[in-house]
């Protein structure tokens, strides 16, 4: 509500907010006297005399501004304004109306308040895409918005674009993001009563000379109106008065339409009291109802007859189950007692192996000890053997050293100088050969560390190739097993349990006209020929049973479920018809036709050829277009072609479809010894890699070893060569140290020989037990290889032994199995009969509860039902005449609702009404007080700044006819001679209406004003008086903040700290950014 206009949030002082002692209310009205009685004046009068200073505005007032692209300019500001006397001058042209458009626009107004335009990409600079306006909002002391989220200051930033869209953004002091929404500046406009649309806070040119420079009296009226908020409350009282007219029109209408909701009630309640029962039928339809209950009851004992006959039935074939329970039991036990018998034998042969096998274990290890025996001995010898050529090498050394020492010690001593010069060349040149063998040496190394590195890389490829080979070693060993079964069951080619799970099913198989596509067909189907087909998906858990008994938890048989059918499809349009070759489909003899149409299904081979050679088949599928509806092909070979790929086949040999079973164990026992060969070879390539890396390994640690020595040679010859190099002329050299140390030199070599020939005879007496330990190895592993042999037959008779163990077991389960369903069959029966007799009870129970008396009935529940329905038709027709009493009873419910509901909101609408006409006439008066306050108010403040010039006027408000008429006369002149506004000079009528601005200002709250060129039309001395009224109000009113713009430079305004002047220059060309410059800048900033 308006009302804020006169409940401003801090208390003003002084003649700008007067405050009125209270008084006995009265009523007024439209015609009620607007002139203030003495009273009143006094009381205006000496609370415009009591103003007291307070302190600078705390929230709610401008701190700064600045605009980019806005309007004609590229850059201006930041403007920083003053708490409280702001005057923005200027020539025009230079920016203040655009500073001033920026804050009604930057602040959420309208396009249109601004009287700049109607949409807001008015204000976008030409040539630019975009406008900016800034604008910080002052935020402090205990008034202050949220302070613990925006701080001292809050920074509003819109953002203008080309389409007039606009967006906000909310900026705490320190220049954090707060919020982007509207609704957020909304509330702090509303907290900080600032009302941008309100010409008392903003006052451009525009609306000065529509409403302040109009002659006309309506005009000025509605400039007061507007600015005091009274017009706001106006429109709201005249909306209310609307809404209650439509209220009170739809009152009329809802008794209207309450009279037709009362004559259908009425109407409703007289057709329920005329309904009549038809007793009589419903009587009859009872009886019946009597005598079907126990009907029901006889039909469910006649019902239980049939199931006691299937139980005695049943009953009595329990004794054949049992006696082949029996049979069957007695030929596992003989088959159990041939395998035990046969087991025990395997048993001996065993142990006599197991007793062999330590025997082997030990003198594997006796073979490897003596071989590491030998090998330590071997390696001793050639040490001392190398450490023998090291000795007479020193030896050859010392001796022609003290040869040459001999020789030399009868020469002059030039002659030694150029023989110690010889003998130090010749050492340089040795030690060039010794770095050279290092170089060699260390490449050497290198080369035999890449050949260990690639040996062990070979051997663990061998290891994985070994391991590969044995799997399918193991693989086809298991696959001939299964191929020599089946000669004499074909079916155990396709596993060792199908034979006696085919037993416990109908099982049906397909076979091949053409032998030599058996490997073709093979590669199509892969799993599908070992599939089984079920009609549904009981059957497939009943088979599912079957399997766990022949098969592990691991792999099992594909399960197809789907619908059988008794013919095969008829595939004609879709299938590959081709002159010379056939179809997977016609190439196939297939005894059922469920099984035929499961690999249509499952495989499409009415789509797929069968071509023998190989290059037929590229020809016929990728020379040219494949034959119509052929998808692909497949070759003798097992290779799969298709019209732009070809995949070559895994498999060389059937496994499934083959007729000539004694060729393919031929070939398997061939493939058998290949791959026992290859994994002997494997096993030999092993151990010769394993060979060949210890070797290289002992060559890498040799050369090692050599090139510590050749090291420890460098290290000595420059030693050496150091001490020649060194040597004084006349030093003497001592040959009996020499030749002590080649003494000392020949007894290590004697006894290096002496130990050599020692080694040499141990490494002689190692190879021979070497060679007895292995020999009696070879004949141990020998024995046991003698041992597996006889082994082998009698394994075979076990696992023969076993099937017939097995056998005789599936055929005690199949009889368990039976005679368990038999028993399951029999508690079936039981168990229906049993629910029968609970149904028997349930029905008994239930006629006697309809009727207790048991009623002997001839006729049949069909018969008795077709009469109920009939009585029912003959009383559902009476009903449909008279109508059904139950829709009658919920008609009249409804009606006696509606009519009680609209009754209500009438009387509720009306009390509505009533209480909104006091409401309203109360308000109403509230208003007219509030009016005529504001009236008197802004008289007295007018009468008294006239006074401030010994002006004298009037200001007569005509609230009927909306109308304000100021009257002034300057000087002191009688008040009788007093001349409309209109008479006056410009600058007396710019006196005049800043006289009246300033009465509106003391009445009206905002935490600033701004005011745009106030003085234009005022001569020197009027504008000096309005602008000492402007200060001293501001003066007075230090909480607000006042921003006046002006064309005049302001130059003889007094120093003050509370007045802050922002002169903007004219813009240069092409400058961008506009200075502006501050007066009593050190004052304002202290």
């Known amino acids: 509500m308006p009302v804020s206009v006169l409940m401003g949030k801090r208390k003003e002082e002084s003649f700008s907010n007067p405050g009125l002692h209270k008084r006995p209310r009265q009523e007024y009205t ?78 959420g107004g ?89 010409p008392v806070s903003v006052l451009t040119q525009e609306m000065s000379k529509h409403f302040l420079q109009s002659k006309n009296e309506g005009d000025k009226y509605k400039f007061f109106m507007k600015a005091t908020q009274l017009e706001q409350m106006k429109a709201d009282y005249s909306y209310i008065m609307q809404t209650k007219s439509r209220t009170h029109e739809q009152i009329e209408q809802g008794v209207g339409r309450l009279q037709d909701l009362k004559q259908h009630y009425v109407e409703k309640e007289e057709r329920y009291k005329s309904i009549a029962f038809v007793s009589e039928m419903e009587t009859n339809l009872e009886a019946l109802k009597h005598k079907m209950a126990w009907a029901v009851v006889n039909e469910t004992e006649k019902e239980m007859k049939p199931i006691k006959d299937s139980i ?33 034998k395997l048993e001996k042969i065993s142990e006599e192996a197991q007793a062999l096998q330590p025997q082997c274990v030990c003198l594997k290890a006796d073979v490897q000890a003596k071989r590491k025996a030998y090998n330590e001995a071997e390696a001793h010898y050639n040490r001392s053997r190398t450490e023998l050529k090291r000795l007479e090498k020193d030896d050859e050394q010392l001796r022609k050293r003290i040869e040459e020492l001999k020789n030399s010690a009868d020469q002059v001593s030039e002659s030694e100088k150029l023989e110690r010069q010889k003998k130090i060349d010749q050492l340089k040149e040795q030690l060039k050969i010794v770095h050279d063998q290092e170089v060699m040496m260390v490449q050497e190394m290198n080369q035999f560390q890449q050949t260990v590195y690639k040996s062990k890389e070979e051997h663990a490829r061998l290891q994985r190739e070994e391991l590969d080979v044995k799997q399918a070693l193991d693989s086809k060993q298991r696959q001939l097993k299964e191929l ?24 049906a198989f397909i076979t091949l006209k053409d032998a030599e596509l058996t490997l073709a067909v093979e590669t199509c189907l892969k799993s599908l020929l070992q599939a089984f087909c079920c009609d549904n998906h009981h059957d497939e858990r009943t088979l599912q049973t079957l399997m766990s008994k022949f098969y592990s938890s691991g792999y099992r048989p594909q399960i197809i479920v789907s619908r059988f059918r008794n013919e095969v499809y ?115 390539r092993l151990c010769s890699i394993e060979n060949e890396t210890r070797q290289n390994e002992d060559y890498l640690n040799r050369c090692r070893r050599q090139q510590k020595e050749l090291q420890m040679k460098i290290r000595r010859i420059n030693i050496e ?109 039981k168990g229906e009969l049993a629910a029968k007799e609970k149904e028997l009870k349930e ?66 609408l009306k009390k509505f009404i009533k209480l909104l006409d006091q409401i309203m006439t109360q308000r109403y008066k509230m208003y007219q007080q509030f009016r005529r306050c504001l009236t008197l108010r802004c008289k007295f403040y007018f009468d008294f700044l006239l006074c401030q010039r010994s002006y004298s006027g009037k200001m007569s408000f ?33 006196f005049s209406t800043v006289c009246f601005i300033l009465s509106l200002w003391s009445i009206a709250e905002s935490p600033f004003r701004c005011l745009d060129e106030f003085d234009v039309f005022m001569d020197m001395v009027n504008r000096r008086i309005a602008m000492d009224m402007m200060l001293k109000m501001a003066d007075s009113q230090r909480h607000r903040q006042f921003i006046l713009l002006t064309p005049q430079s302001m130059s003889s305004l007094p120093t003050s700290g509370l007045i802050r002047i922002l002169r903007m220059q004219d813009p240069e060309r092409g400058q961008t950014t506009l200075n502006f410059q501050r007066r009593h800048q050190e004052e304002e900033e202290d």
Not at 486 to 492: A, E, F, H, Q, V
């Open 110 to 198: 309208k396009a249109t308040t601004t009287n700049r335009g109607s949409s807001l990409k008015v204000f976008v600079k030409d040539g630019e895409t975009s406008a900016d306006v800034s604008i910080t909002l002052r935020n402090r002391g205990k008034d202050a918005f949220k302070p613990e989220v925006y701080g001292s200051s809050i920074i509003v930033t819109q953002h203008i674009s080309m389409d007039g869209s606009r967006s906000y953004k909310l900026k705490s002091k320190t220049g954090t993001l707060i919020s982007s929404k509207k609704d957020e500046l909304t509330a702090i406009l509303d907290h900080f009563n600032i009302q941008v649309d309100n």
């Open 484 to 507: 020599a079964d089946s000669k004499t069951n074909r079916l155990k080619r396709f596993g060792q349990h199908v034979p006696v799970l085919l037993e416990e099913i109908e099982g």
């Open 570 to 684: 008829d595939v004609r349009p879709r299938a590959v018809h081709h002159p010379e070759f056939p179809s997977v489909l016609t190439a196939l003899e297939i005894d059922n036709a469920v099984v035929a149409n499961c690999l249509i299904d499952m495989r499409g081979i009415e789509t797929i050829l069968l071509i023998k050679s190989n290059p037929k088949a590229r020809e016929v599928m990728q020379s040219k277009r494949p034959p119509k509806n052929c998808r692909e092909a497949f070759t003798a070979e097992g290779d799969q072609v298709f019209e732009r790929r070809y995949y070559s086949s895994d498999n060389t040999r059937p496994k499934f479809l083959s007729k000539d079973v004694e060729a393919e164990i031929s070939h398997l026992q061939k493939e058998i010894e290949n791959k026992m060969a290859q994994l002997s070879t494997s096993q030999h």
């Open 843 to 908: 029905k008994i129970a239930q006629a006697t509860q309809i009727c207790p008396q048991r009623i002997e009935v001839n006729r049949t529940v069909k018969s008795l039902d077709t009469e109920m329905n009939r009585l029912r038709d003959q009383i559902n027709s009476k009903r449909d005449h008279h109508g059904n009493r139950e829709e009658i009873i919920k008609q009249l419910i409804e009606a006696k609702d509606k009519y009680q509901d609209a009754e209500g909101k009438v009387k509720n």
């Open 958 to 990: 005509d609230h009927k006819n909306e109308a304000l008429s100021i009257t002034v006369q300057p000087g002191d002149i009688n008040k009788a001679a007093l001349n409309d506004m209109r008479s006056l000079s410009g600058g007396e009528r710019s």
């Open 721 to 829: 060569i150091a001490d020649l190099e060194n040597v004084e002329e006349h030093q003497s050299v001592d040959i009996s140290t020499l030749e002590d140390e080649a003494q000392e030199n020949k007894h290590k070599m004697e006894s290096v020989k002496r130990d050599m020939e020692q080694q040499r005879g141990k490494m002689e007496d190692s190879k021979n037990i070497l060679r007895v330990a292995e020999h009696k190895l070879e004949e141990i592993k020998e024995k046991l290889h003698q041992v597996e042999e006889i082994a082998s037959p009698v394994k075979d008779e076990l696992n023969q032994a076993d099937l017939e163990v097995e056998k005789s077991k599936h055929h005690w389960q199949h009889y368990e199995e039976k005679q368990k369903e038999h028993l399951a069959s029999i508690k079936k029966l």
């Open 30 to 107: 439209d015609e009620s006297n607007d002139e203030l009685d003495e009273e009143e004046r006094s009381e205006l009068q000496s609370d415009s005399n009591s103003s007291l200073q307070s302190t600078s505005g705390e929230v709610g007032i401008i701190e700064s501004i600045q605009l980019k692209n806005f309007m004609c300019h590229s850059m201006l500001g930041p403007f920083q304004f003053g708490s409280n006397v702001n005057f923005v001058v200027g020539n025009n042209g230079s920016g203040k109306s655009a500073v001033l458009t920026a804050l009604i626009v930057g602040l």
């Open 312 to 344: 005695d039935i049943e009953e009595g074939r329990t004794e054949k189950y049992d006696q082949k329970l029996k049979e069957w039991q007695v030929k596992v036990n003989e088959a159990e007692e041939k395998y035990k018998a046969i087991q025990d």
